[in-house]
């Protein structure tokens, strides 16, 4: 059984060569060059007729004019922009330095509160040192003299004393 597809493909490729043979042909290169050559020379004729016409020109005046104005109203929104960002940078700086200086100022209320803390600390210590040495002084006393009173603080405080006899 013979497949339709075989004689498509071979008619196919004849044609193909057939047509590679035509382009390739010097004759056709040679009227395909000449006419590429007279196509570029009539379109830049017709150009050089179009850009010297009165409407090219005032084109061309349109064109630089738009482009004029479309630098200076870049150049007024990056100023405007630069501005804006100097600003936001100022008052990102105050910011800062306002919090900084909160940040300092809790610090010395932190350190004045601790020394304060630490100087009732020891002045309390102190006091209770002093009323330890005193009850301690008041039992030896009254334990050298045969009398016995009660220590009612400091150090030795409710312990029963012994008389001697």
Known sequence: MQSFVHPLLRYSNANLESFSRYANANDIAQIAKTAGDRYLQYVQEGLRQVVQTEAATEYSRALISNYTKFMNESAQALLGIASDT????????????????????????????????????????????????????????????????????????????????
């Open 86 to 165: 100097q600003e936001f940078i100022n008052e990102q700086f105050e910011r800062s330095a306002w919090r900084w200086k909160q940040a300092g100022e809790v610090a010395n209320n932190f350190v004045d509160a601790s020394a304060a803390m630490t100087s009732g600390t020891m002045r309390s210590s102190r006091d209770a040192a002093e009323r330890a040495s005193s009850a301690i002084a008041k039992a030896a006393k009254a334990s050298m003299e045969g009398t016995e009173e009660p220590v009612t603080s400091g150090a030795g405080a409710a312990r029963p004393r012994h008389q001697r006899k």
